[in-house]
């Protein structure tokens, strides 16, 4: 356990933190905090922060969320401001300060060869560029004059209300820039860094297609730039977007920026020399107990694992939680598993509700399952995954924070008995919507992000469903980094029988393969409404894939799905859900589409094969499962999985 542990880790700082360097141009510097002002007191002049490694954001989806803030030099009055922006290149040569800030000048402004995407937080109106204010967020392609923009401030998400912020305030800041490329949409959020969650309605959304405008690969990055009047541009963080190595600060305490420095007359000079020289001699006396105390200071600092600075989530204190899940009293238990339990509770001085999961007392397996879901889910932005808010360390337990999603999981809205007439029953829409938003979920996971994400144990059981009913994948106890350097042989066997691919039960190799297969099941059973493996009176039927398989031969698939939902203007829908499930789960890995694919069949945008019934049958026949008994003692060996007596049945 231990050596597995020790190699999970290695791969994740690894695959995180990057060879992604940071460039500094022009103005910009790290200061003593560690923070980066893009400008300094000097006027006319731009900074510029670069990253080294690129993104490639061609056609799929980003998202970027960071804070920053800007110190003007007079009172609510600085210019010119600054950008984050996509760019071609690392950092962007040849640009001018003042109003182009840092980003063009005045022969490229515009220029559609630019390549250049940026969302800029302006602080002075030009009227050339067709500024509304002096106190604006704006999306610029290729040019100063903004595409879309709007006043700077937030939308409250109680009543809805506009509240203006002052970009100028030298107060922190989140901005969170969030694109979908199957939706063609950009949001741009404003909010105070007081608030741990970014509103939910953003500023503005852009409905454009982005992908014209980037190159395959693309570098991110900071601009700024001076006029007249002085500014200190300050970026504090990327919280989530690709890694480099930032200095990361805790979103719990949101930081002070120091004031505009002030001028230093001749008088003040020679004060200050006096001052300086007095502070010399103290120091140089007090150097002593300095030393002292920069060894304990330095003793605590060790305590603190090197992955809790490096992954960022907010942690909260244990009594925090304790209060919030009334002392974790077994009253507030929503489930528990493998891992140890899962409490529901209420934070005080909020009505949002939270999931606290405990990781069981010292147990190490506990102990690797949080790390891993640390690290990923930590960083992961998705309005199909279910939200991380965060951690907390007590003793020898682990604690990882969710969000509350009230309508439970999935699974208990499936295998449905019929005499439970009182139990709500999901519509065919809600079925669709709930197999899209999965879809969505783990095209972002396999696609979308950064790295390839592998869930590893997609099924009902891990489907929970917000408010509105809508599907979002949670946790991700299991997932791991896929890195083609990585052996995925090392590690364990870990999954939940019956969705478990017949590859990775004779390989062990975790692939997004393996996740489109499970996700083929799951779609069967939110049509099927049963179980994948149960009793039937009809023998044939025991086993779902196989009874559908048979139905469809027959020409007769639509039978198979549940009876509450199968009416005449579903057939269409359903039938392709089912087909589409029949493929995705099966055997042969290598006829088992992508996710890309699968979206786009459930989109209507690409067509299943008129043939596909064939392909299917043939290659079941080809593929028999082979299974051994040594890989199954070691799967058995994991705490998720659990045998049924049909199990016999399921390699017929
Ligand atoms: C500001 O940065 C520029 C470029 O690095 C440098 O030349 C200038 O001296 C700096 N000004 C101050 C006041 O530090
Ligand atoms: C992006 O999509 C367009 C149109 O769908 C396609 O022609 C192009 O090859 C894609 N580019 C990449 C890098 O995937
Ligand atoms: C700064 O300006 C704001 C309005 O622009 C004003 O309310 C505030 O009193 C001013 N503060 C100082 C210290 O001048
Ligand atoms: C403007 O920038 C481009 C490159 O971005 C550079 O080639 C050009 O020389 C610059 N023009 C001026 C006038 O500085
Ligand atoms: C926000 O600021 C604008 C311009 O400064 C002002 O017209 C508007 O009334 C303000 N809105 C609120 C809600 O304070």
Redesign the pocket.
Known sequence: MQIILLLFFTLSLSTYHSNGKLILEGSASFDTSGFTILTNTTKHSYGQLFSTEPVYYKNSSFHFHFHFGIVPEHNHSGSHGMTFVLSPTIGLPGVSSDQYLGLFNETNNGKASNHVIAIELDIHKDDEFGDIDDNHVGVNINGLRSVISA?AGYYDDKDGR???LSLVSGKVMRLSVVYSQPDKQLDVTLSPAEFTDPPLKPLFTLNRDLSPYLLKKMYYGFTASTGSIGALHYMLTTMTGPEVDYPMFDVSVVPTLPPYPKKVSDKTRTILAVCLTLAVIVAFVTSGFGFVFYLRHKKVKEVIEEWEIQYGPHKFAYKELFNATKGFKEKQILGSGGFGQVYRGTLSGSDGEIAVKRTSHGSSQGKREFLAEISTIGRLRHPNLVRLLGYCRHKDDLFLVYDFMPNGSLDKYLNRSDTDENQERLSWEQRFKIIRDIASALLYLHQEWVQVIIHRDIKPANVLLDHEMNARLGDFGLAKLYDPGFDPQTTKVAGTFGYIAPEFLRTGRATTSTDVYAFGLVMLEVVCGRRLIERREAKNEDVLVDWILELWEEWKIFDASEESIRQEQNRGEIELVLKLGVLCSHQAESIRPDMSAVMRILNGVLQLPENLLDVVRAERLRERPKISMEVLLDVNSTSTLSFTHSFASHGR
């Open positions: 006043p506009f509240h203006n």
